[in-house]
């Protein structure tokens, strides 16, 4: 669970909401209270501001602002008074008229929605707001998508009203069925196919020929690298060696065979190792648990009657920093990753630090070098993409995942494959002045073809990534406290023929990742067995509580059947189930967000979990 919600954290790119009122402006306050020389404290939705007002104002009445200036003080206009609410009201039709809008009860009525919402807005934006609701078929739904955008303060132009309009009114599962229907070439099929969950129509040895032959020609180190580090190729063998073998290759009869650095079987369970092994720190975690490890080596190679005369820079150096990956549970995400003799060594330093300069026996000396071993398995950030992509193909072959890593790995593809993640890589390459290892990604494919490059058409990319870019703007939205996350899958790699919502919502750390040890998760499912079913899970201080909501109360003795497993898994990773409840979830009014993934049997309750 840790790793996942660590993951998501980093994953996806944040969108920052200011709650500063911006120069140009329109918003409604409510004066709390009047100051000599038109000054005042103005309540603008959750907090209270001291502004410098033009005219008198009347105590605890509403009024409709422009803000001037916002430097020292917040400087404010009045343009009208809203104790009235009619719609009627003339300091709208001013405010619409000056907007270059026609004053008609519809738009009346969304400036009046608007206001009441608490969103601030500049007039030009409201102008373009007003273009794009009268070019609507549906002028509700417009509606409802622009009020969006003004509250979470996005630009207010036609391409984010589409990719918005396009994410409520559309779902993966359908927008990539239509591009499936296309003849797309062997890459653009492949992805396609990861992506859905489903086998590609090509052979694993086509498509890894294909995927190897094109890096080798473009001069991407990706795969070489990937196989070098899971061990499949010699560290001393060198990428201009990988590339002359393969171009060798290529030029010689296509009946002798690839020089593939074995059997897939193998290849498969060496990758999807290295998978496994990826620790789920943040860069800074990593940096300190490395900086530990080397500090941890030092003190074995120092005969242990000698440890306490090391410089007292050393020591505190080397427990200031195991403090710190114990306040950040860093050694606790560490424990999945150990044998029992490892983990069970590292539980003592943990209640013990002072062992460390004490420890006679070699079982510190394994500890070590288990860690060390973890540390040489870690990859760059720009080559998870490569690695997931090659784990997502090999793994429809030889499906020798575990559950968790192999729900994890369907998350991954879905952010690293689909391209959500492009801008952010590219840039962390430019800050961190690294070259980018490109892994084509869905979105890109997408860019190509409507530019005339890529493999589809452009009237079908074109929707696509209207919703591609509507998923990621409604991804994650940031506070100064707090982060919610957002995340719709295609239900097919989970057996469903219809999406697969997740929300989640938690306080944010000094880091700016949703904290994993206090947050709030909501699946939303529609299982073949359960039907419409609600996951609730509730994480206060890594002590968490479960509620599974259905429209059968029956289905209680199932999920209770679970209870010992899942609180065993939770301890594994950190954590202590607090509760395990099943609810009757009451019918909605209205539609709840479809997600449906269908599975063969009761089991498949507890992954979701």
Request: aromatic content about 6%; charged content about 20%.
């Amino acid at each position: 669970m840790k790793n996942i919600i660590s993951s998501l954290g980093k994953l996806l790119e944040s969108n920052v909401i200011s709650n500063q009122p911006k120069r140009g402006h329109v918003l409604s306050g409510k004066v709390q209270q009047l100051y000599p020389d038109n000054r005042a404290t103005v309540q603008i939705g959750k907090q209270q501001v001291n502004a410098q007002l033009e005219t008198p104002l009347t105590k605890g009445r509403t009024y409709l602002f422009k803000v001037v200036s916002n430097e020292e003080m917040l400087h404010l206009k009045v343009l009208s008074s809203q104790q009235s609410k009619a719609p009627e009201s003339a300091g709208l039709s001013d405010l619409l008229r000056q907007s270059g809008g026609k004053v008609s009860k519809m738009n009346l009525q969304f400036l009046r929605q608007l206001i009441d919402q608490q969103a601030s807005f500049k007039a030009a934006d409201f102008k373009e707001a007003l273009s794009i609701l009268q070019g609507a078929r549906n002028k509700t739904a417009a509606k409802e998508v622009l009020l969006q955008m003004f509250q979470k303060q996005l630009p207010v132009k036609a391409t984010v009203f589409d990719a918005l309009h396009s994410r409520l009114n559309s779902t993966w599962s359908s927008s990539m069925e239509a591009a499936s229907t296309q003849q797309l070439d062997m890459k653009t099929s492949t992805l396609l196919a990861q992506l859905k969950g489903e086998r590609p129509s090509h052979s694993l040895m086509d498509t890894s020929v294909n995927k190897i032959m094109n890096e080798v020609r473009a001069g991407n180190p990706s795969t070489y690298q990937l196989f070098k580090q899971a061990g499949l190729i010699e560290s001393s063998h060198s990428f201009k060696e990988f590339q002359n073998s393969w171009k060798e290759w290529s030029v010689q009869s296509k009946e002798t065979h690839p020089p593939l650095p074995g059997a897939f079987k193998g290849i498969a369970g060496s990758m999807q190792k290295l998978f496994h092994d990826q620790l789920p720190f943040t860069n800074t975690e990593r940096q300190t648990w490395n900086q530990w490890v080397n500090q941890l080596e030092r003190i074995i190679s120092t005969p242990a009657g000698e440890r306490k005369a090391l410089p007292d820079t050393f020591q505190q150096g080397l427990l200031k920093n195991f403090e710190k990956l114990q306040n950040t549970a860093v050694l606790q995400k560490l424990l999945p990753f150990l044998t029992e003799a490892d983990a069970s060594t590292l539980k003592s330093i943990t209640n013990n630090p002072e062992v460390l300069f004490q420890d006679r026996s070699s079982s510190l000396q394994q500890l070590v070098q288990s860690l060390k071993h973890l540390a040489s398995r870690q990859i760059d950030v720009n080559l998870q993409p490569s690695l997931v992509e090659w784990v997502s193909r090999l793994s429809g072959e030889y499906p020798d995942l575990t559950q968790k890593n192999a729900m994890l790995m369907k998350i991954k593809s879905m952010i690293h494959l689909s391209g959500m993640q492009d801008e952010s890589l590219l840039k962390s390459a430019l800050q961190s002045g690294s070259p980018m290892a490109k892994e084509t990604s869905l979105k890109s494919i997408l860019l190509q073809s409507l530019e005339g490059q890529g493999p589809m058409r452009a009237e079908t990319a074109r929707p696509l990534l209207h919703f591609l870019n509507g998923t990621q703007l409604n991804a994650l939205q940031e506070t100064q406290q707090t982060l919610q996350a957002s995340l719709q899958f295609p239900g097919s790699f989970v057996g469903s023929s219809e999406d697969v919502h997740m929300n989640m919502e938690g306080r944010k750390t000094s880091k700016g990742e949703i904290d994993p040890d206090f947050c709030h998760i909501l699946f939303y499912l529609n299982l073949e067995h359960l039907n419409e079913t609600i996951v609730d899970l509730s994480i206060s201080d890594r002590r968490v509580g479960v509620t599974v909501m259905n429209k059968d109360r029956s289905i209680e003795p199932v999920v209770h059947s679970f209870k010992n497993k899942l609180a065993e898994g939770l301890e594994a990773l950190g954590y202590e189930l607090n509760s395990l409840n099943v609810r009757t979830l009451k019918p909605e009014p209205g539609p709840v967000s479809p997600q449906e993934h269908k599975e063969s049997s009761k089991e498949g309750v507890d992954l979701r979990i």
